[in-house]
């Protein structure tokens, strides 16, 4: 691996921007809060913003990257990208005083390449849209279905932290990032069959999904013993699924800190594609397979877009969760009123308030107010999470003001 001299000057650079960040007293402060928040003490409502129009962002150059080597091209757009979020939009978000470095792996997936057709929905091709053909035409097709092969690869892991511990000499300490799981099975089988397919296969052939469903949870128990065998998965970043997740109990006492598994930390699990059938349908086709899929973590963060206040109940039976997802499919009211004690409402705000023609400030306002009243009349613990945002019409500084007012919002509610 080479790195050369116009590299590491460029990554030191960022480093030391980084870290004098990453120091700074206020760190710790908001990193205590999350403790709170998680055990569901908190003081008030926390937030935090991912999974932004990064092509839309940029205001001054800042975000292009200049380090040739690829490898540390990663590390380097990781440090560009905090940056900016601490520097335009921090709200609630806390910075880890060491450098993550993602952990060499190779993942040889479910052995099924995804058909599909691309619909470009903006002049800059950035945000796409996606039509899906089916492959699992017959009972048969369920066989396509390999579990992965997970191997983490200790000679490039060597000659990564040697060239890091010499970029990074005297400025950062580092850290290995592992492993957080998606299983969020149902992600996988709308690609491979279409949405409309699903659909009409639950209905039609309800021992075709059940069957996929099997395969695919024999497949992803069977990988997470690979990576819990390597010892691969990933306590450093404190982040899962766009949410902190500083806990006092995790990564256990048990937790060796140069082997971690899946039991020292969080995975998160969905059924997006079930915000259209009912309860009923939830409860048949996902939760007896996360009920054998969750043990195996410490915590779960559960849901995404999905509407989900319908059957919290039905969400309930699933081991190990710990935040549920109130998206904007879900009404937010009765979400907090019939959400049990010992969960999170992790809410999404609607990104389409940074869309409109006109930029709001009294919409986004009454949003916030909206939520906050919602889960303080239930005494619901409360986090929000601005994500999933496709577009800012090319205006950061709306994504910025969208922070200022959420963190004047969250902080006047807990007065």
């Not at 206020?26 to 403790?35: G, K």
């Not at 999933?388 to 963190?407: F, H």
Request: hydrophobic fraction near 40%; glycine fraction near 4%; include cysteine.
């Amino acid at each position: 691996m080479f790195v050369s001299n116009e590299d590491k000057q460029v990554l030191r650079e960022l480093a030391l921007k980084y870290m004098s960040y990453a120091s700074l007293p206020v760190q710790d402060e908001t990193r205590s809060l999350w403790y709170a928040h998680n055990r569901r003490e908190g003081v008030k409502p926390m937030v935090l913003i991912d999974q932004m129009p990064w092509n839309e962002l940029d205001v001054d150059g800042f975000l292009v990257c200049k380090v040739s080597e690829p490898y540390f091209r990663n590390v380097e757009w990781n440090l560009r990208m905090l940056i900016y979020k601490w520097e335009h939009l921090p709200v609630d978000m806390v910075l880890n005083p060491y450098i993550l470095l993602p952990r060499p792996t190779t993942n040889t997936g479910y052995g099924i390449e995804i058909s599909k057709h691309t619909l470009p929905t903006d002049i800059t091709n950035s945000v796409v849209a996606y039509e899906f053909f089916n492959q699992f035409e017959e009972m048969e097709d369920i066989e396509k279905i390999k579990t992965p092969v997970v191997t983490v690869h200790p000679e490039v892991e060597k000659e990564i932290m040697d060239a890091a511990s010499e970029i990074f000499d005297g400025i950062a300490p580092l850290k290995w990032e592992g492993f957080t799981l998606h299983v969020g099975l149902w992600d996988f089988i709308t690609q491979w069959m279409g949405v409309e397919n699903c659909y009409i296969e639950l209905m039609d052939r309800p021992e075709l999904m059940h069957g996929i469903m099997e395969r695919l949870t024999e497949a992803t128990i069977g990988m997470i013993q690979q990576i819990n065998e390597q010892g691969a998965y990933d306590i450093n970043s404190h982040i899962c699924h766009c949410s902190h997740t500083f806990s006092d109990d995790l990564p256990p006492k048990t937790c060796d800190p140069d082997r971690p598994t899946s039991y020292d930390g969080w995975g998160f699990g969905l059924a997006q594609l079930f915000t259209s059938v009912s309860p009923a349908i939830t409860a048949e086709f996902e939760v007896p397979y996360m009920q054998r899929i969750f043990p195996y973590f410490g915590a779960v963060y559960y849901g995404c877009c999905d509407r989900l206040d319908d059957r919290l109940d039905v969400i309930d039976r699933m081991p190990n969760i710990r935040k549920i997802s109130c998206s904007p499919w879900s009404d937010r009211d009765h979400f907090a009123a019939t959400l049990p004690k010992k969960y999170i409402m992790s809410n999404k705000p609607n990104p389409a308030l940074l869309a409109t023609d006109t930029f709001d400030e009294d919409a986004i306002r009454e949003d916030l107010r909206h939520t906050i009243r919602a889960a303080k009349s239930n005494g619901v613990t409360l986090e929000m999470i601005q994500k999933d945002i496709s577009t800012v019409r090319y205006e950061p500084k709306r994504l910025w003001r969208w922070a200022e007012i959420a963190r004047e919002e969250t902080l006047r509610a807990s007065l």
